[in-house]
């Protein structure tokens, strides 16, 4: 079955250490997204990818690194200097040349990341 | 940045009423109106994208309503049913979508 595989689950980090979040979809989707949800709030984007190695940054990028090395993969590092990283974490990819900006987005299932 | 708001913000109805809820967006410069359904410990799925004023999707029991000019969009589902409980998600954008806060929908059997 095609879809998109966010790992771990749940992450536990300390202060002050660098943390990359898997996304991986196989999918064949031009695009790719990484999503942040805070309470209270809504879907927040860092960066987002619409092909290998070009990324855009997104309204809270800040503190987040990310690479697309390959169509399939959109890994994202949280870094020390991310002053609030503790949050839920969302991947996700749609098709940008046939639907164009109407494509719908197909998300993984996230990733929580506690930081202490 | 635009500002994508829903209302309200939680629901609570008895199974087998109908519902809807709203979602109002920036008329300028509107390219695209998602709506997205959210369940418990699943990840979000799409039920509609929307681009025309004036358009109306429907799938199964949940439809949708599109007003480009006035910048709302409106999510119905008739006949609710306890599988329906979720949290109900719209987006407008292009590149860059940006969220609502959601509607957490609950229904009562």
């Known amino acids: 079955d095609g879809g998109i595989t966010q790992s771990p689950k749940y992450l536990f980090r300390k202060e002050g250490q660098n943390v990359t979040l898997s996304c991986e979809q196989n999918l064949n989707h031009d695009a790719m997204y990484w999503y942040r949800q805070d309470p209270g709030q809504g879907l927040r984007l860092i960066y987002y990818s619409q092909i290998v190695n070009d990324f855009q940054k997104g309204d809270i990028a800040e503190g987040y690194s990310v690479s697309r090395e390959k169509k399939e993969s959109f890994p994202l590092t949280v870094t020390s200097a991310q002053k609030n990283p503790t949050a839920f974490y969302l991947c996700?990819?749609?098709?940008?040349w046939g639907g164009g900006v109407n494509s719908p987005l197909h998300f993984g299932n996230g990733t929580r990341l506690t930081v202490t | 940045i635009l500002n994508v708001e829903q209302s309200p913000q939680s629901l609570h109805v008895q199974e087998g009423d109908s519902t809807n809820f709203t979602c109002s967006f920036p008329s300028s410069n509107f390219y695209a109106l998602h709506w997205y359904r959210w369940e418990t410990a699943k990840s979000p799925e799409a039920l509609f994208v929307m681009t025309l004023n004036g358009d109306e999707k429907k799938k199964g029991r949940i439809s949708a309503t599109l007003n480009t000019k006035e910048g709302y969009s409106y999510l119905y589902i008739k006949g609710s049913q306890p599988e329906d409980s979720a949290t109900y998600l719209c987006a407008s954008g292009a590149n860059n979508l940006f969220f609502g806060t959601g509607t957490r929908l609950t229904v009562i059997p």
């Open positions: 996700a990819s749609r098709h940008l």
